[in-house]
């Protein structure tokens, strides 16, 4: 299927051998005469792009020459196929935009083509529910529209992210973790088949049974490989409703070792995720809007200020003719865990009102203009066996409070990881996902000076990394963002020869998904 002249992948080998800077570009005043050509079912805009140029992590913004609005996938292989006739003369390149949740422009192209996938969400959702259910949704599909979709006929994804307001294809070029994942793995674990549209213009219909390279390649590939535009998502039975719960412990050791613990049980939670809270003032009132306590009086008495303490946060499914049973489980479950006693909240809510949550923090963070501000995050993959030296570093020394935004720090088994993704993930068995989730809003709305918040978390971040590599803690990152190709060589590490072989075969001209700055599309030198 896939023909390349050898020229163009001498080029490419070039380009991979070398390192690169990426450069905010100017749109090109070419494009637009070029790109009209194009037969399409949808249409491409030219003027009044700046919203494509911006994205969640708002400290990167690169303005593309045009934004494509596919209504078909043939618009999106039309559209990749006229870039690739140009040649590596032309230094266009094109990027998928999701809900343009990327943190440092990963969904750019300066000067180039986004195409935004959301306009793709109309295509059809097709629902099998059969033995082994499952459901064919659109790669510019939000995942809280598949879960309303799959609600309807009982039925439901088994992996989740934490916020659901984002693409399918966006959260499978990436992995897709939440609670869920030390049980069902993370969302590119739970996908049967994919339909790509590679660098070349092809559209490609992929699973592990059928052009098994390329499946495997854009799972967790960074869209460096193609455009995931359809997508078959496993389904499970869906519960009604969710026992949520809340403890907190004072001790690190303790803390992890109950986390463990619950993750390799057989009958166990249904979400398991836990936080880092240093210094919180009011944290237990906090959670009265939401959660009960167990016991009022003491929780009231509790004192969060100037500690340092771990909150382990888990669910448990069920349906009301299972409430009772439901209950003696929960009860059984606490009953193994050593948290401090006082610090039991638990709620009742709905699946659909689980799931979503944090869409509602999204909604009173917007109200107060707290939304689109810099987002400064740092996601680690930490292995178990050096979890307590970076946590006595980073919690103890780096960090002095998390008033900035919460941190993440949950267990995962490998073993529901899919080795042959090209997502990359600490050796050992169970490694813990480590998010620094910080928001930097200016001092000052009216100041022109530099935002004192951003460069101060983005020091902190730069510490932690530093830290990890002084003491080899063997750290991967998630959401990965890299400056050099000699980082993200040592990043892949042995999958990395993979990684460059795929590129080659799936994008020889290194057009798609430049914002990543793994590879850099340059036109061909005059002779």
Same mark, same amino acid.
């Given at each position: 299927?896939?023909?390349?002249? $050898? ?29 009209? @050509? ?53 230094? $266009? ?38 033995? @082994? ?26 992996? +989740? ?53 390329? /499946? ?52 166990? %939670?249904?979400?398991?995720?836990? %936080? ?17 306590? =167990?016991?009022?009086?003491?929780? &009231?008495?509790?004192? @969060?200020?100037? =500690? ?16 009772? !049973? ?11 865990? *050593?948290?401090? &006693?006082? !610090? ?9 009102? /689980?799931?979503? *949550? ?12 707290? +939304?689109?501000?810099?987002?400064? +995050? ?23 409070? !998390? ?17 042959? @993704? ?19 809003? &200016?001092?000052?709305?009216? &100041? ?52 460059? *072989? ?13 914002? =990543?700055?793994? /590879? ?8």
């Amino acid at each position: 299927m896939y023909t390349h002249n $050898l020229p163009f992948l001498k080029l490419f080998m070039l380009l991979s051998l070398s390192g690169f800077a990426m450069h905010i570009s100017n749109p090109d005043p070419l494009v637009p005469a070029s790109l009209q @050509s194009i037969h399409l079912n949808g249409h491409i805009k030219f003027e009044n792009l700046t919203d494509f140029s911006q994205d969640f992590g708002n400290r990167f913004s690169y303005e593309p020459s045009a934004v494509l609005f596919p209504a078909s996938i043939s618009d999106i292989s039309a559209t990749i196929k006229h870039v690739f006739q140009l040649g590596a003369q032309s230094g $266009l390149t094109v990027a998928a935009r999701g809900h343009g949740h990327s943190l440092q422009g990963q969904a750019q192209a300066p000067g180039g083509i986004v195409i935004r996938m959301e306009s793709l969400r109309g295509t059809e959702t097709r629902l099998h529910a059969g033995e @082994s259910p499952y459901v064919d949704v659109s790669g510019g599909e939000l995942w809280i529209n598949v879960l309303k979709e799959t609600l309807k006929h009982g039925l439901a994804p088994k992996s +989740w992210t934490d916020y659901l307001h984002l693409t399918v294809g966006g959260t499978l070029s990436n992995a897709g973790v939440s609670g869920q994942a030390f049980r069902h793995g993370p969302q590119i674990s739970n996908v049967h088949e994919l339909v790509i549209v590679t660098g070349t213009g092809d559209t490609v219909k992929c699973s592990a049974k059928e052009n098994s390279d390329l /499946f495997y390649g854009a799972l967790g590939g960074l869209g460096q490989f193609g455009i995931i535009t359809r997508a078959r998502i496993a389904l499970e039975p869906a519960p009604k409703m969710v026992k949520w719960i809340r403890v907190l412990y004072s001790d690190f050791t303790t803390f992890t070792e109950d986390q463990e613990m619950l993750i390799s049980m057989e009958k166990t %939670f249904d979400y398991i995720e836990g %936080f880092v809270i240093i210094n919180r003032t009011g944290l237990v009132n906090n959670w009265r809007s939401s959660f009960k306590p =167990q016991d009022p009086v003491l929780a &009231s008495q509790f004192n @969060s200020e100037g =500690q340092k303490l771990f909150c382990l946060e888990m669910t448990k499914n069920y349906n009301s003719e299972d409430a009772e !049973t439901m209950e003696l489980e929960v009860i059984e479950l606490l009953s193994r865990l *050593r948290y401090v &006693s006082s !610090t039991l909240f638990q709620s009742e809510v709905t699946y659909m009102e /689980f799931l979503d *949550r944090v869409h509602v923090s999204e909604v009173k963070l917007r109200s107060q203009g707290l +939304w689109e501000v810099p987002h400064p +995050w740092l996601n680690l993959l930490i292995p178990r066996s050096k979890i307590h030296e970076f946590a006595k570093e980073v919690f103890g020394k780096i960090l002095t409070d !998390t008033s900035n935004g919460p941190i993440l720090l949950y267990p995962v088994n490998r073993s529901k990881w899919d080795n042959r @993704s090209s997502v990359v993930i600490p050796e050992e068995e169970v490694f813990y996902l480590v998010g620094f989730l910080s928001s930097a809003p &200016s001092p000052s709305s009216l &100041s022109l000076e530099k935002n004192e918040n951003l460069e101060i978390a983005l020091q902190k971040n730069k510490e932690i990394v530093e830290f990890c590599h002084s003491a080899n803690i063997g750290m991967k990152q998630y959401l990965p963002h890299h400056s050099t190709q000699d980082e993200w060589r040592a990043h892949f590490g042995d999958k990395w020869e993979t990684f460059c *072989r795929r590129k080659q075969a799936y994008d020889p001209l290194a057009m798609l998904a430049p914002g =990543q700055r793994i /590879f850099h599309k340059a036109p061909l030198p005059l002779l």
